[in-house]
């Protein structure tokens, strides 16, 4: 997720201070599709302005002892130009699958089958509060949402739906025990296995 692209697509709509870019990214629910941090967000903001991609608009005094000035940032012509070649290249990217439980699935068999069995109970409770709430959010806001929005919260809880279904087919094995099942091969068949497929092959 570009945090550059997110930034400068908040400004094209209108000036914003940081902490109105942050609650703007929790108010529309963002949060539960991308990861943030505040740190990246405010960093992004300093490197963007010495660029020249955003300015300020306004400086507002904050009244109060050691308290800094708040700075409301607006978009530049090159930072438009910018949000178009981020927007572009953002379409452009391919996808592949990702979760943080693919790596450990090369490794299952050798796990603790109780703690296996709890963490993938508790990916799939967390998945399911996921999609209740992507769920609300579209029965709430979903009249007068952008088209665009819209069609980012059904694809999230479609991909969610999917992540549901294999997380579920993993609780079956982790119960079942085939799950931490090891190689069908003993070494030495797999040794020649993969000598066999070292071989170069016959015209």
Known sequence: MS??????????????????????IKDRNWNECFKLRDGSLYYAVDQLREDGLIEAAEVVSVPGENRPDKTIYRITDSGRAAFQELLNAQFKQISYPQHPLFLAMAFVRHGDPKKVEEN????????????????????????????????????????????????TTLLEEARSGSLFEGHKLTPEQWEAFIKYKQLPTSE
């Open 120 to 167: 993938i109970v508790k990916q799939l409770e967390a998945c399911q509060s996921r999609i209740e709430r992507m769920h609300a959010v579209l029965q709430l806001k979903g009249n007068f949402l952008p088209r665009g929005s819209s069609l980012m919260i059904q694809g999230f809880i479609q991909f969610s739906e999917t992540e549901k279904q294999w997380l």
């Open 3 to 24: 945090m550059r692209l997110l930034i400068l697509g908040l400004l094209m709509e209108y000036e914003r201070h940081p902490y109105e870019i942050r609650q703007t």
